[in-house]
Structure formats: structure tokens, C-alpha cells
């Protein structure tokens, strides 16, 4: 798979350096430009047509050698528009929206998100706040975005809507004339500027601001107007290039993973491996199961199950060789969920000796590690369990709902993990029933914001129970197989 992203930026960093474009004979030069664009800038201040928030010295930190002919200059100096936008009073009326700092996503503009302005407030906010094709926007507020760079075009706005404003945590950049704007946006996400204008940021860890004085000094690298030209043509065509591959790849992904889930499917059904007559019944295993399941209760080594009604047969999803059985998944295992240990008690965590698994290290693998450990205390007081090497774990909450893992390491889990010590059971062949009826948990599930499935969902479902020799061949042959795609 290719690397868009990386690929992104490592030609854009080419551009602004002048390594993809020609020197060309200038049609003005840069000092040209500067002086112009200050001449119109001043005439429109003067005609209270603009705003320039703030003016400050080019920073030189980290700036490199430019081309001939090329300049760095102070990013205000190219602007006839430097200024954050203005705190709007919000109104259910959609009819003039707003520019916020959720419209600006990291790829694209999302205007869908954007609140409407209180019509009666109009008339304070100057023509020129008003957003125009080619403006470039700055994410000015709040760790995360702050610094984010979009760039605006009057074809991504509803045609319900005459214009759009900007609040006031955003940053409006418009260029003066002979000064690509384009080119501006492309420079600004570069990661040398980028670093440039981390370094500026001032306030909390919790509120960084891009105050309008650091966007004014941030130092750009000015070809002439021809050459800034050409290096936006070279850049957009590489990066559409790079999101059809983006597409592509998703495509290729979402495919592959298709396959694979039918491939585990096949697996499980039976119709990858051959059924030998020596591998015996079922129904012999499952008497074994159930026996020994009965003598580790008997012996309070795992907890005795709710009694499940029999297998209807409008549960049964698919056929099955005439050797297996249908059982549900509870009977094959010794099933629970985890608990989180109050975290306002540091005994439970201080010098954990246990590692303590989470939904999010689930990774449809094994897991040799956890990112956090609990004591011997929590252990005794809050109800975990202390699952062995082998045990099988699936998520039951959030996004993770349906992934699993196989333990490499004795862990307990929190509570959103349900975990399976299987009795007689290949627990991968176990592992790659759970991955394959990942579909019917998601299907399960429930909740708002947050949708889950418990734990009785999970141990009331149908598996279909092969003899172990079976169970052996279909995971090696789901094994050999898979490994293919890696």
C-alpha cells in the first residue's frame, strides 16, 4: 500500500523549496509584489474596505536557502485581509451561516456543520468579513485544530446561502494581487511552516491561540507569480492523483476485507477441509465438554451458567457436515466480563502486577502486552478475573464491538472485554467463529453514542461444534490461507 499521506508531504516540502518547478524570467519581482499589495492594502484600510488586525516582524527561525529569484516574506505582507472573524449571535434561521473551526477538517471544508448568524446582527459585521473564492482559513483556537489550514471556494457553499462569515476563532487570509493563494494555502500545511507556526502558539496547554501577530510574521517562501503557478498545477495534480489512489486503496481494502471474512465463513462451515470418518462425532466432544465443564464447577474453579433453552431451529444459520453439532457458545467455555478498579483508589493501580486489557488492544490477534497493570488487591476486591494464555477475548462496547484477541499473557480485563477460557476447544478455531459472526454482534447491539452488546448476546449465540481433529485442519487451512494477504 502507498503511503498518500506521507507521499503528500514529502512533495509538497519539494515545492515550496523549489524543486519541482523552473526558474522563470519574472514578470515582477518579489519586492514588486510586496510594495504593491501594501499600496492596494492601504487604500483599501483607508476606504475601511479591509482590516489588518495586527503587523509584526518576519520570523526567521528555521528558514531555509530559497531559489533565485525566490523571497521569504512575512505571510501579512502578502495580505490585502488579515484578521480573525467576529463572536456571532447564533440564530435557528438558516440563512446566514458560519464559519467555525469545525468546518475547517483536516482534507476538506465540511460546511454542513456550520450554525447560522442572528439576521438582526448584520449590519455588524463589514461587507469584507464576508468569505471569498480563494480565501485561505486558519484555525486560530484550541489545542488540536488550532493551526489548521482550509481553503475556501464559494462552490462548497449551498446555493440557498448569498455568504458565509467567519467566527471568531478563525483566521481569514486573503493575498493581494500577483499572489497565489493557492500557493499560500499549499506553503502553509507544509510541515517546515507548520513546525514554524507550532512554535508561535501561546496560551495553555488546554487553549493554545494563533494570535493574529504570529499569523502575520510566519515566514513564506515567495516565487514569482508565474512559478507560483506552476508549482499549484503540479500540486493539484499530484494530489488528486494521490486521493484517487486514497480511493483505490479503500476500495482494495474494503474488498480484501470481504474476502477474508468470507474465506473465515467457508472456514467455519466446513467447506474448506475434508470431514474423515476418524475424526469421530460431535456429539462424543461434547459430552466430554460438558462433563469436565461440570466437574470445574463442581470443584468452584468457574461459575455454574443460567440454564438456555434448546436450539430452535430458525437459529440456525447455515447447514453443517452431519458429524458436527450445534451448541451454544456458553456451553463450550466458562465465560465473563471484566470490571474497572476505582480509580480513586491508587492501591488498585499503584504497582500493578497484573496487566489489565481494554477494548482498544484488542487487535484480532495475539496480545503479549496491556498499557496498564492492576494490583494484587484489585484483584481480590473488584471482581476480575484472571484469565490464563490461550483464553479468547471479544469487545463488547463503542466502535471495537465484534474484535478479538488471544491472550499470550495471564490478564484480566475490564468490562467492556468478554473473555472465554475454552474447555476441549481449539480457541483459535474459537477466535475465528467470534471474527466471523462479528456482523450479528454489530447487528445486536444497542445504544446511542455509545452502542454495546452483553454478554449474554455473546454466550446465547449458535456455534457450530466440529470433532477437535477438525478443528484442528480448518484453523491451519484458515491459517495458510490468510496468511496469503498479509
Avoid at 244 to 249: E, G, P, V, Y
Wanted: glycine fraction near 6%.
Amino acid at each position: 500500500m502507498i503511503d498518500t499521506k506521507s507521499t503528500g508531504i514529502r512533495i509538497s516540502e519539494m515545492a515550496i523549496r523549489g524543486q519541482l518547478s523552473k526558474r522563470v524570467k519574472p514578470s515582477l519581482s518579489i519586492d514588486n509584489i510586496v510594495e504593491n499589495i501594501k499600496t492596494e492594502r492601504e487604500y483599501l484600510i483607508k476606504e475601511k474596505a479591509t482590516k489588518i488586525s495586527k503587523v509584526s516582524t518576519m520570523l526567521d527561525d528555521e528558514t531555509f536557502e530559497v531559489p533565485s529569484g525566490w523571497k521569504w516574506v512575512a505571510l501579512g505582507d502578502l495580505c490585502i485581509l488579515l484578521s480573525r472573524g467576529k463572536s456571532p449571535k447564533y440564530s435557528e434561521v438558516k440563512k446566514y451561516p458560519v464559519f467555525a473551526q469545525k468546518c475547517n477538517q483536516p482534507n476538506c471544508l465540511a460546511l454542513d456543520k456550520a450554525l447560522f448568524l442572528d439576521e438582526t446582527t448584520l449590519d455588524k459585521w463589514p461587507e469584507y468579513f464576508r468569505l471569498r473564492e480563494a480565501d485561505v482559513v486558519i484555525n486560530s483556537t484550541g489545542t488540536g485544530t488550532v493551526g489548521r489550514v482550509g481553503y475556501y471556494t464559494t462552490e462548497t457553499l449551498d446555493s440557498n446561502y448569498e455568504f458565509m462569515l467567519p467566527d471568531s476563532h478563525v483566521t481569514v487570509v486573503r493575498t493581494g494581487k500577483n499572489v497565489s493563494s493557492r500557493y499560500i494555502y499549499y506553503a502553509l500545511r507544509t510541515s517546515t511552516i507548520q513546525n514554524i507556526m507550532e512554535k508561535t502558539f501561546r496560551g495553555s496547554t488546554n487553549q493554545k491561540e494563533f494570535y493574529i501577530d504570529s499569523v502575520y510574521s510566519i515566514p513564506i517562501p515567495l516565487p514569482p507569480v508565474e512559478e507560483q503557478e506552476e508549482i499549484v498545477k503540479i500540486l493539484d495534480s499530484a494530489f488528486e492523483q494521490l486521493s484517487i489512489i486514497d480511493d483505490l486503496q479503500t476500495k482494495y481494502s474494503n474488498d480484501l476485507a470481504i474476502l477474508k471474512s468470507k474465506i473465515i465463513d467457508a472456514g467455519i462451515q466446513g467447506k474448506l477441509t475434508e470431514q474423515l470418518p476418524e475424526d469421530g462425532n460431535a456429539e462424543d466432544l461434547y459430552a466430554q465438554i460438558l462433563n469436565q465443564k461440570s466437574q470445574l464447577i463442581k470443584e468452584g474453579k468457574i461459575k455454574k451458567d443460567k440454564p438456555l433453552p434448546d436450539i430452535a431451529e430458525d437459529e440456525i444459520p447455515f447447514e453443517i457436515p452431519k458429524n458436527w453439532k450445534w451448541v451454544r457458545i456458553n456451553e463450550i467455555g466458562s465465560w465473563s466480563a471484566g470490571a474497572t478498579p476505582s480509580r480513586g483508589n491508587k492501591e488498585y493501580y499503584d504497582n500493578g502486577v497484573y496487566p489489565w486489557i481494554k477494548t482498544g488492544e484488542l487487535n484480532d490477534g495475539y496480545i503479549d502486552d496491556a498499557e496498564e497493570y492492576i494490583s494484587e488487591l484489585a484483584l481480590k476486591e473488584c471482581s476480575v478475573r484472571l484469565n490464563p494464555v490461550g483464553a479468547v477475548l471479544i469487545a463488547m462496547y463503542g466502535a471495537t464491538i465484534g474484535k478479538v484477541g488471544i491472550l499470550n499473557i495471564e490478564a484480566t480485563t475490564n468490562q467492556a472485554c468478554c473473555a472465554c477460557i475454552p474447555i476441549i476447544i481449539n480457541n483459535r478455531f474459537l477466535y475465528y467463529f467470534l471474527k466471523s459472526n462479528k456482523g450479528r454482534f454489530l447487528d445486536a447491539s444497542h445504544g446511542g453514542a455509545q452502542p454495546n452488546i452483553s454478554k449474554e448476546i455473546i454466550t446465547k449465540s449458535v456455534m457450530p461444534l466440529p470433532p477437535l481433529s477438525e478443528q484442528e485442519r480448518i484453523v491451519n487451512k484458515l491459517d495458510e490461507v490468510l496468511s496469503l494477504f498479509m
